[in-house]
């Protein structure tokens, strides 16, 4: 009888450390930055590549950059950090930046992402997207009520990759188009590597001190943008570093600085059969801005 008893209670508590468990695999943190914006993550987040979102609360509105992969409640944990009107916003159209967009109403992307939320990166057809679809572009303004974001186009992860810039504040929202980690074109639609210089010297003249990646905990320094370019300028035409994709593509990859440990590590990714027109359209850039 005390053996049956003892069993049933060591049962109940090994049921109980499950349930922990499988509520821990799905739990939300956040993060109040320097700059203000919030950092959101989440356990199944991650991986060998963090994935965050960004909250940013104005007086009457806040914005949601990014939804992660697809995992149940994220729109009840934002609702839980603030209840202000909510604008949903996606950086591209990667799955790892627009998993829980079912979970909002309406979504806001650049129209040439647009596509990657009803289609893969092979073309393959996607379930809907589960909401409404909106798009923003370059030039455009987002007031939150005493709290500005302008959006700036910066093609080359992705043609309809965005980034938010804060001038008040002085930070910028990067997604995947500036960060430690660059896959230059994952899939099948080239950007000429002239547009992506000319997007980050755009990006580079305005005024800000910290930027925040999707896959970056930390805030990173502005010239992580001069680092990115050198280390395309002086390393891709030489790099020897090929890593594969099986069925996607091969990539030569940059990697400087040790490993993600380290705040100045950089890791580029360029696909490998594109590379003579890269470090060609790279080059003839370069010599175009040194006459000005
Ligand atoms: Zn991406």
């Given at each position: ?13 090994m ?13 939300f ?38 939804t ?30 627009t ?6 109403d309406?979504v ?19 379930a ?8 923003l572009q370059?030039?455009?303004s987002?007031d ?8 700036y ?32 074109t ?19 003249a ?10 970056d ?6 010239d992580?943008?001069d ?11 030489s ?12 990539y ?11 705040p100045?590590?950089?890791?580029i990714?360029v ?11 790279i080059?003839?850039w ?7």
């Amino acid at each position: 009888m005390k053996n049956s008893i003892v069993r049933y209670l060591a049962h109940r508590l090994m049921r109980r450390e499950e349930r922990k468990r499988a509520r821990m695999e799905n739990t939300f943190v956040h993060e109040q930055t320097a700059h203000g914006p919030i950092r959101i993550s989440c356990t199944a987040w991650r991986t060998h590549n963090p994935i965050n979102a960004w909250l940013v609360c104005g007086a009457q509105k806040a914005l949601l950059l990014d939804t992660g992969l697809s995992v149940p409640g994220l729109a009840g944990y934002v609702r839980s950090l603030t209840g202000l009107p909510l604008m949903v916003v996606n950086s591209h159209g990667h799955f790892d930046h627009t998993g829980c967009n079912p979970q909002f109403d309406t979504v806001w992307i650049h129209p040439q992402d647009a596509p990657l939320l009803f289609q893969d990166l092979f073309g393959n057809a996607l379930a809907a997207p589960g909401c409404e679809v909106k798009v923003l572009q370059g030039g455009d303004s987002i007031d939150l009520g005493g709290t500005v974001l302008d959006v700036y186009e910066v093609p080359g992860h992705t043609p309809g990759s965005i980034v938010l810039h804060n001038a008040a504040d002085g930070y910028l929202l990067s997604g995947d188009a500036i960060a430690r980690r660059i896959f230059y074109t994952p899939g099948r639609i080239w950007t000429p590597f002239s547009h992506y210089f000319d997007a980050l010297e755009r990006v580079r003249a305005l005024d800000f001190t910290a930027i925040y990646s999707a896959h970056d905990d930390m805030a990173l320094p502005k010239d992580l943008i001069d680092r990115l370019m050198q280390a395309l300028e002086t390393h891709l035409e030489s790099c020897e570093n090929v890593w594969a994709m099986p069925g996607v593509n091969d990539y030569y990859l940059i990697e400087l600085n040790g490993g993600p440990e380290n705040p100045a590590y950089i890791n580029i990714s360029v696909c490998k059969d594109r590379r003579n027109e890269a470090v060609a359209d790279i080059r003839a850039w370069r010599a175009a801005h040194a006459q000005h």
